[in-house]
């Protein structure tokens, strides 16, 4: 079960979760609104989620109903 990056993190982008991630799994252009969870690099720590201070990610099976498209919006980000 891989982390996604939720609603919250758009126009926030604190790169608290980048810094705990052991295997750099979490990446954003500059101009990206967001920071983004590659579903095939992550591990499954959960590091990430209590660093976040916008409450922004989630397991991907805890992802809230309202925000469940984050999680096909990340993994569709590194298709590209």
Known sequence: ???VICQP???VKDASCVDVCPV???HAREEDEQYYIDPAECIDCGACEPAC???AI???SAVPPEWRAFTR???EYFEK
């Open 1 to 3: 079960m891989t982390y």
């Open 53 to 55: 201070p916008v409450d």
């Open 73 to 75: 919006i990340n993994a």
């Open 9 to 11: 993190c758009i126009g």
């Open 58 to 60: 989630f397991e991907e």
């Open 24 to 26: 750099d799994c979490i």
